[in-house]
């Protein structure tokens, strides 16, 4: 198995760019999670999915975010327009509900907007 | 609503030493917990979890963790340091079993260890 596949690894835009992140979840998992790494806030929970379905977006942080997953082995998401406090690193996640919630993690983008 | 502390944002032991990575949980019900591994510029990586049953969990690479209810803490240790494990770590907890309540993360100890 491949693991969960994020691409790209790295992204740098300017400030008003529209951004998209892609998330591969492992096949066959049932939950998708995104996640957003920062210095200052370590690892928050943006949104996540069960069944393709948003369950929970109370963690994205304003309007500019959006997600998608429009099949159980595809997700983006999206920010527009771009800020500069939107640099982080995004993290996808996904387990099979019946794992004890062991979430497997994928490698990660890094986003630098300028 | 379930939270974690981790008890201090960096660690540094030499290599052969005990670690010691402590995490304090607070939760409403009985709780899953869990470690994670970060190595630099990738996925964080699962450790170790405590579900139900032995409250002594043992992992890969050699490190365990005890839960202790009467001090809610789930602390990770190790005997002896190798330099490979050299990583940022994350506690988390999670109420169910089934990923309907997703985890919520410690802000996370980077570890060094000195050769």
């Known amino acids: 198995d491949a693991g969960v596949i994020q691409s790209p690894r790295h992204e740098v835009t300017e400030m008003g760019q529209e951004v998209t992140l892609r998330c591969k979840p492992i096949s066959g998992h049932d939950y998708l999670f995104w996640y957003r790494q920062t210095m200052m806030r370590g690892l928050e929970l943006l949104i996540y999915?069960?069944?393709?379905?948003?369950?929970?977006d109370s963690g994205m942080p304003e309007d500019r975010f959006s997600a998608k997953m429009p099949n159980a082995s595809f997700s983006t998401l999206k920010i527009q327009p771009s800020e500069p406090r939107d640099s982080a690193v995004y993290f996808c996640?996904?387990?099979?509900?019946?794992?004890?919630?062991?979430?497997?993690f994928g490698p990660g983008t890094r986003l630098t907007v300028l | 609503a379930q939270s974690v502390t981790q008890l201090g944002s960096h660690v540094s032991v030499s290599e052969g030493a005990l670690v010691l990575l402590r995490c304090n949980y607070s939760?409403?019900?009985?709780?899953?917990l869990f470690w994670y591994v970060q190595y630099p510029n990738q996925g964080l990586q699962l450790l170790l979890k405590y579900t139900t049953g032995a409250t002594l969990v043992k992992g890969i690479n050699g490190f365990e963790a005890e839960f202790k209810k009467s001090e809610t803490s789930f602390h990770l240790t190790k005997p002896s340091a190798h330099m490979s494990d050299a990583a940022e770590y994350f506690c988390a907890v999670s109420l169910y079993l089934s990923g309907n309540t997703p985890l919520v993360f410690g802000k996370g100890t980077r570890l060094s260890v000195i050769a």
């Open positions: 939760s409403s019900v009985p709780p899953y």
């Open positions: 996640a996904s387990i099979n509900g019946l794992a004890y919630n062991e979430q497997f």
């Open positions: 999915f069960n069944n393709n379905v948003p369950i929970d």
